[in-house]
T-cell receptor, first 111, second 118 residues
Framework: AQKVTQAQTEISVVEKEDVTLDCVYE???????LFWYKQPPSGELVFLIR??????QNEISGRYSWNFQKSTSSFNFTITASQVVDSAVYFC????????FGQGTRLTINP | GAVVSQHPSRVICKSGTSVKIECRSL??????MFWYRQFPKKSLMLMAT?????????EQGVEKDKFLINHASLTLSTLTVTSAHPEDSSFYIC??????????????FGEGSRLTVL
C-alpha cells in the first residue's frame, strides 16, 4: 500500500524566515511520482512540482526548492525568505493518476 | 494551459435532497477523471475514478449508491450526492490529466465544490 506522511501538522514562522516542510512516503512501486500542491484558503489545489522516481536531482524554482532522497523516501520542500502570501496548506502526494495525499501541513507566515 | 473547472463552487441543500456537481475539462478530452473528498482541515481522499463510457471505479468504503458518478462525454464528469445528509458536507474536488501529455503529464485539479447539507 502507498502512504504519505507529513508529520508537521502546523508550522508558523515570521516573514523572511526559511521553512522546510517534510514529506516521507512508502511505496512498493519502482516507478512513481511525487507531487507538492498548495491549497490556499480559497480551496483550489495549486500544482507546485512533480518529480519522478528516477530523477533525484534537487530542483529550485525561485524561492522554492525540493530535496528528493530515495534512500530515506523523503521529498522535502523548502521555502526561502518566506512571505505572507505563502500561507496555505501544503500537500505532498504520491502516485501517477490516482494520488495518495499526505495529511497536509498548514503553514502560517506572520508579518 | 489545460484547465479543469467545477460547478457549482458552493452549494447548500436541505437534508434528503440530491446535489449534482459537474467537472469539466475545458481544453482537452479526458477519458478518465478522479473525484476526491476533503473533510475540514483534513487530507484529500480519492473517492472514485470516473471512466468515460463505462462505470466508475469506486474506492473501498465509498457508497456507490450514495455517490453517483456519470462520465457521459469526454469533457464532463458529474458527481451526484443522493439523499444528502449533514455528514456528506465536504469539499469535493475533481482532477484530470490532458492525455496529450501522456501518463506523466501534469494532473489538473478543479476549483473544488463545497457542499453544505443542512
Amino acid at each position: 500500500a502507498q502512504k504519505v506522511t507529513q508529520a508537521q501538522t502546523e508550522i508558523s514562522v515570521v516573514e523572511k524566515e526559511d521553512v522546510t516542510l517534510d514529506c516521507v512516503y512508502e511505496t512498493r512501486d519502482t516507478t512513481y511520482y511525487l507531487f507538492w500542491y498548495k491549497q490556499p484558503p480559497s480551496g483550489e489545489l495549486v500544482f507546485l512540482i512533480r518529480r519522478n522516481s528516477f530523477d533525484e536531482q534537487n530542483e529550485i524554482s525561485g524561492r522554492y526548492s525540493w530535496n528528493f532522497q530515495k534512500s530515506t523516501s523523503s521529498f522535502n520542500f523548502t521555502i526561502t525568505a518566506s512571505q505572507v502570501v505563502d500561507s496555505a496548506v501544503y500537500f505532498c502526494a504520491l502516485g501517477a493518476q490516482k494520488l495518495v495525499f499526505g495529511q497536509g501541513t498548514r503553514l502560517t507566515i506572520n508579518p | 494551459g489545460a484547465v479543469v473547472s467545477q460547478h457549482p463552487s458552493r452549494v447548500i441543500c436541505k437534508s434528503g435532497t440530491s446535489v449534482k456537481i459537474e467537472c469539466r475539462s475545458l481544453d482537452f478530452q479526458a477519458t478518465t477523471m478522479f473525484w476526491y473528498r476533503q473533510f475540514p482541515k483534513k487530507s484529500l481522499m480519492l473517492m472514485a475514478t470516473s471512466n468515460e463510457g463505462s462505470k466508475a471505479t469506486y474506492e473501498q468504503g465509498v457508497e456507490k449508491d450514495k455517490f453517483l458518478i456519470n462520465h457521459a462525454s469526454l469533457t464532463l464528469s458529474t458527481l451526484t450526492v443522493t439523499s444528502a445528509h449533514p455528514e456528506d458536507s465536504s469539499f469535493y474536488i475533481c482532477s484530470a490529466r490532458d492525455p496529450r501529455t501522456g501518463y506523466t503529464g501534469e494532473l489538473f485539479f478543479g476549483e473544488g465544490s463545497r457542499l453544505t447539507v443542512l
